[in-house]
């Protein structure tokens, strides 16, 4: 005889939803949006790489001063990086709820679930989910908190990127887990439009297609940086400190103003 389970203490409304594989579903495919939405706007930003190391750290200042005189300086980056977290940590657990759901019902019922009709992607995603998860802690460590090059210069992401990318096992480390990243959003993309109850024969063409290419999209425009610091596209040839250079342009702006200037 089965041991009787207990059901689990029923949340509040409306957070009791989420208890339901319904309610998970939901919740990842809205974070899955979300995080979709970071990774083509950080793939975006990135493109500044091709423009030079003052273009990038303007950029990056850009981020920090976001609000301008209205909130303090990285205030608002801060709260767009909290908010991305909770996002993220909200799909991972979302798909291990659902993951948890699907091995008991798989255990119920032995030998009645297939892979015939899986595709590829789908059949990955317990892969790729783990290795996106391990690569985003790696990127963090590596560009952002700078434990993995000796030759980190904080505030200086041209630099950074261009120093990391420059090994070859660095750069094939960028390469597999982008590759990784874009099979998940293939698949996810895909998915996130049935789990979010738009499932329709006429469309399904359209859902593949715009899967394919928003994940293609983000698949070259991410390997483009390992690749192009590694082919001499991307380098530090006759390159002066951006920093000390928007320093320079600060004071002469300054001189100007109080009449120093020619």
Not at 140 to 146: I, Q
Not at 205 to 229: D, E, H, W
């Amino acid at each position: 005889m089965e041991p009787v389970r207990k059901r689990p203490p029923q949340l509040p409304w409306p957070l009791n939803i989420y208890q339901t594989a319904i309610g998970k579903k939901y919740v990842m495919a809205i974070t899955g949006i979300g995080l979709l939405g970071y990774v083509v706007v950080h793939m975006i930003g990135n493109l500044h790489l091709y423009e030079g190391p003052y273009q990038v750290h303007a950029y990056a200042e850009a981020l920090r001063d976001l609000g301008g005189h209205l909130a303090p300086r990285t205030f608002l980056l801060w709260v767009m990086r909290l908010g991305l977290l909770g996002m993220f940590v909200a799909h991972i657990h979302s798909a291990w709820s659902l993951t948890r759901i699907s091995h008991k019902a798989d255990s119920a019922y032995v030998g009645t679930r297939t892979y015939t009709a899986a595709n590829f992607a789908s059949r990955t995603m317990r892969w790729t989910g783990p290795i996106i998860l391990l690569y985003v802690l790696f990127h963090l460590a590596d560009l952002t908190w700078g434990w993995v090059d000796d030759d980190w210069v904080r505030g200086d992401p041209y630099h950074n990127v261009y120093s990391s990318m420059s090994a070859v096992p660095i750069a094939l480390i960028y390469i597999v887990a982008n590759i990784a990243v874009a099979v998940h959003i293939f698949h996810g993309a895909w998915s996130m439009f049935q789990s979010l109850g738009i499932n329709n024969p006429k469309y399904n063409s359209l859902r593949r297609g715009f899967a394919q290419g928003l994940a293609g999209l983000i698949l070259v425009g991410n390997l483009s940086f390992p690749l192009a610091v590694q082919f001499g596209l991307i380098d530090e040839d006759n390159r002066a400190d951006p920093i000390g250079f928007t320093h320079d342009v600060i004071d002469a702006d300054v001189d100007h103003s109080e009449g120093g200037g020619d």
